[in-house]
């Protein structure tokens, strides 16, 4: 197995792109609620950053990672915003919509 083979199994301590080890001060945890925890990780290598979500069960671990322009505190920044709600989306479609008659 090679290196990036072994970060498909490793998705939180390596880099999924070039599976470089994340040294510890750029594996940050950003929230822990409960189960889930949510990470910041940034690559020394590629500098590529990641945002990961994982959830603890009795029967299972879930990992899910997605790739970010954002650094940590950034993530922090977002993550204590209000949400978009569906009557957001929908003010901001009308006004487009009213701009381009």
Do not use: W
């Not at 994340?22 to 950053?49: M, N, V, W």
């Not at 979500?53 to 990992?63: F, G, K, L, P, V």
Request: neutral net charge; contains cysteine.
């Amino acid at each position: 197995m090679n290196a990036n083979d072994r970060a498909l199994f490793d998705p939180v301590t390596r880099c999924p792109f070039c599976a470089v080890a994340y040294d510890g001060e750029r594996l940050r945890t950003l929230k822990k609620d409960g189960r889930r925890e949510t990470l910041h990780a940034t690559c020394l290598q590629c500098l590529r950053a990641m945002f990961y979500t994982i959830e603890r069960s009795e029967q299972n671990i879930s990992c899910v990672g997605i790739f970010t322009d954002c650094d940590a505190q950034d993530a922090l920044r977002f993550m204590d915003r209000k949400r978009i709600s569906l009557d957001d989306v929908l003010s901001v479609h009308l006004a487009l919509e009213k701009m381009t008659k």
